[in-house]
């Protein structure tokens, strides 16, 4: 089952989106703002459905914190502005789709539909993805499984398991974790990485890592 986020100030429209989408087996959040959205970038999401026009803020600022924390996940832009500058922009910015107001709900449905049929349905079957102990990690999607059971991690919580995955059995202090994952604008304390590891651990508990006291983790995967 595919995850899908919908953005759509239009109370009305956002639920007749939402209800055609569910129809078809997806499992569908949705919101009706640009702030209320933003928790939902750390979130499993395969595919994002932004309306440009929001109550506070525009649907651009949004694509872009996507494609920036997630570039492989495909973006179809929504806009009532018909001049076409917005599905420029959007295609420049990196979405993937564009569908311009008003539109049938079946077609967005379709687009929808196609559109996940190119980003994961014809994947090469290992081509995406890794091995990390019993875990099978795809790096197109981003996502975890164990079991075929769908191991539900925050984005620097997967980010912290690739950067293990592509560093095994060398040990890596918390400054290289910290740097690699949030970036070397981030001012807070190293010890997020310890959390972060924490909850690894409760999520993932057959990953191993090792704790190098002192100075940081090691995964012996």
């Given at each position: ?9 239009e ?39 932004v ?18 924390k ?5 973006v179809?832009i ?30 967005l449905?379709?687009?929808t ?25 795809n790096l ?12 539900n ?7 912290i ?26 001012f ?8 972060h ?8 508990p ?16």
């Amino acid at each position: 089952m595919y995850n899908i986020c919908l953005i759509e100030d239009e109370k009305d429209l956002n639920n007749i989106l939402k209800l055609y989408l569910s129809k078809e087996g997806f499992n569908v959040t949705s919101y009706l703002n640009l702030t209320d959205t933003k928790k939902a970038l750390d979130e499993n999401i395969d595919l994002w459905i932004v309306d440009i026009m929001l109550p506070d803020g525009n649907g651009f600022e949004l694509l872009k914190e996507i494609k920036h924390k997630h570039k492989c996940i495909p973006v179809i832009i929504i806009s009532a502005r018909g001049d076409g500058l917005d599905k420029v922009l959007g295609l420049e910015m990196g979405c993937d789709d564009y569908i311009a107001k008003p539109f049938l709900p079946e077609e967005l449905v379709l687009r929808t539909k196609k559109l996940l049929e190119r980003f994961y349905e014809f994947d090469k079957p290992d081509k995406y993805t890794v091995k990390a102990g019993p875990y099978s990690i795809n790096l197109k999607r981003r996502l975890v499984t164990y079991n075929n059971e769908i191991v539900n991690l925050t984005s620097h919580e997967y980010d912290i398991v690739l950067y293990f995955i592509n560093n095994k059995f060398i040990a890596l202090s918390r400054d290289k974790i910290l740097n690699n994952v949030w970036g070397d604008n981030y001012f807070g304390s190293d010890r997020v990485v310890d959390s972060h590891i924490k909850r690894i651990r409760k999520k993932m508990p057959l990953l191993n890592i090792e704790t190098i006291y002192g100075y940081g983790y090691r995964c012996n995967l």
